[in-house]
């Protein structure tokens, strides 16, 4: 049995390429079941609702040696705490290649296209695979996630095609009207508590010195109603310095982006990380906010310029 899961904190693309490759890999025979590694955001709860799917389980505790397929990651930090002791079998996914390491030969697709979805598309047409609507539905909404309609500087040609080919069999006529309200599912936080709005969106990065890098923990927040988020900024700095605490990081970050402005405003706890920001990137954080303008890529625009800069001299 191969168990099938997208990374940690999951978002829409995480969750939707991991039922559609668990499916894919089912109608080629192999026996496969998708699950997840946390809560589903709003924007995903939303799109499966809409579908009237199930969210996949989360994944139980796996033995020593069960056979996974990762989509949507691959670096250890992102992932199951006992990855090292799993068979890794495939790998899907769309982000830089990490720390993976496997006992024997994997599958793997990696492809600097917008979304996994996107992948997952490519492989139903060379498998002669039928696409049907439920994850036509799937890989299109976790490529509009992924790409925010395409507003996202990782967006590809690929992706605007993939879109254009699943629309018609996913049933929606009006992509825009779809992932807007997508995106107003997704900004629609309710009270939620300060801790889980900063992890929604979160990933742990290990920067500098290979054997002892420095860890920093990125949040970020796509919304189209950046005001309620900056309403609650004092609570957010707050859950900010306990998460850099409990999880020993070197430093953290939360950006705030603008979806339908394409902005991003990041949150700024300390001087350590002010002094990064400015370094790094060049711009001054005031009153803990530091106006990182378009920059809304935390993969193609905020990692590389961090590993750049953490990069050991050479
Ligand atoms: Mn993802
Ligand atoms: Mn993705």
Not at 26 to 32: H, K, L, N, S, V
Not at 35 to 46: H, I, P, Q
Not at 250 to 277: H, Q, Y
Request: charged fraction near 25%.
């Amino acid at each position: 049995m191969m168990y099938v899961f997208g990374h940690l904190n999951p978002d829409t693309d995480a969750i939707a390429s991991a039922l559609v490759y668990a499916k894919l890999l089912r109608q080629q025979g192999t026996e496969a079941q998708a699950f997840r590694l946390g809560d589903l955001n709003f924007e995903t709860a939303y799109v499966l609702r809409e579908l009237g799917t199930e969210a996949p389980a989360m994944l139980p505790e796996l033995a020593p040696g069960a056979e996974v397929a990762l989509v949507d990651h691959n670096e250890s930090n992102q992932t199951v705490g006992n990855i090292h002791e799993l068979s890794v079998r495939r790998v899907v996914d769309h982000h830089k290649l990490g720390d993976l390491t496997t006992s024997s030969p994997p599958y793997l697709r990696f492809e600097p296209v917008g979304c996994t979805g996107t992948i997952l598309l490519k492989l139903y047409r060379e498998g002669n695979v039928q696409v049907d609507a439920q994850e036509a539905k799937l890989m299109l909404s976790a490529i509009l996630s992924d790409t925010l309609h395409f507003r996202s500087p990782t967006t590809t040609q690929d992706d605007r095609d993939a879109v254009e080919f699943l629309a018609p069999i996913a049933g929606i006529q009006k992509v825009e009207e779809y992932a807007l309200a997508m995106f107003a599912a997704k900004s629609d936080l309710g009270d939620t508590p300060a801790d889980k709005l900063l992890k929604m969106d979160y990933k742990v990065f290990p920067f500098g010195d290979p054997v002892k890098p420095e860890e920093w923990g990125l949040g970020v927040i796509e919304t189209t109603n950046p005001g309620y988020v900056f309403g609650r900024q004092a609570e957010l700095l707050e859950a900010m310095d306990r998460a850099k605490a409990d999880d020993k990081l070197a430093g953290i970050l939360l950006s705030v982006v603008d979806i339908l402005n394409e902005t991003n405003r990041t949150l700024v706890i300390s001087a350590t990380e002010e002094k990064v920001i400015k370094e790094a990137f060049g711009v001054d954080t005031n009153d803990k906010i530091a106006d990182l303008g378009h920059r809304i890529s935390r993969k193609k625009q905020i990692v590389p310029t961090l590993e750049k800069y953490f990069a050991p001299e050479s």
